[in-house]
């Protein structure tokens, strides 16, 4: 049985997959690139392995709050792939997946972030041992840097930050945080969080279920804004 990963929350669409026996990874960077290249990811990966679609078993998915294009993207990919099939799928928190993967060895609490665009991130902080993990304060949210404050101490803070923000996140937070390429999302680590007890949720509606926007989406906004009123759902959409 192949049980597959994928993380479209961030500029990085990053896909793992594993038999058991081994692991395949790829990745691509830059958002606009995701719709494109998700499911070339995917043959990639699996075609490592020496599997096929068929022979998913189970799945793994970074549910934001994210992109949401992004996230829009890997939840049409998981869709098809769950449509009529019995195929267990599970999701995670993506800044739970970016927590994970910057834990200290011996366990500790980590605050990870990601850029919410307009001067925000998203945030959200975990205690994480190598056997568990507990969420630290509210669920992941959009906050200015200044909040952060709210959540120190940490051991560690992590994330996709523009570069103007990292001195206030650095000031608010209380440590410097780890950024850049080592910073970006990876999706072996969703793997590895199948193993760790309440990481994952088992998506028990497949063809009801939504990612974790985090807000609106930056279009809406724009629309709000420019008109001075809610925008209305399309037909058929409560919201």
């Known amino acids: 049985?192949?049980?597959?990963?994928?993380?479209?929350?961030?500029?990085?669409?990053?896909?793992a997959a594993?038999?058991?026996?081994?692991?395949?990874?790829?990745?691509?960077?830059?958002?606009?690139?995701?719709?494109?290249?998700l499911l070339g990811l995917l043959d990639e990966t699996l075609l490592e392995l020496g599997a096929k679609p068929g022979d998913i078993g189970r799945l793994i998915v970074a549910d934001g709050p994210g992109s949401f294009t992004g996230l829009r993207v890997a939840a049409a990919v998981?869709?098809?792939?769950a449509w009529r099939r019995q195929l267990e799928w599970r999701v995670v928190p993506s800044l739970l997946a970016r927590a994970a993967a910057h834990a200290p060895p011996g366990g500790g609490k980590v605050l990870a972030l990601s850029d919410a665009l307009r001067g925000e991130l998203f945030a959200g902080c975990w205690y994480v041992t190598p056997t568990s993990v507990e969420r630290a304060g509210p669920a992941p949210r959009a906050m200015p840097p200044a909040s952060l404050a709210s959540w120190t101490p940490v051991d560690v803070v992590v994330g996709s930050i523009p570069p103007p923000l990292i001195a206030a996140v650095a000031s608010a937070a209380g440590r410097e945080p780890i950024t850049g390429e080592a910073a970006l999302p990876d999706a072996r680590t969703l793997l590895a969080l199948l193993n760790i007890a309440a990481a994952t949720t088992l998506v028990v509606n497949p063809a009801g279920w939504e990612p974790d926007y985090g807000r609106p989406a930056e279009a809406q906004v724009v629309w709000e804004r420019a008109h001075g009123r809610e925008l209305p759902p399309a037909p058929g959409i409560a919201r």
């Open 1 to 15: 049985m192949i049980t597959l990963a994928f993380d479209t929350a961030t500029d990085r669409c990053t896909v």
């Open 18 to 37: 594993t038999d058991g026996a081994g692991v395949a990874h790829r990745f691509v960077d830059g958002a606009r690139r995701h719709a494109g290249a």
């Open 78 to 81: 998981a869709k098809a792939l």
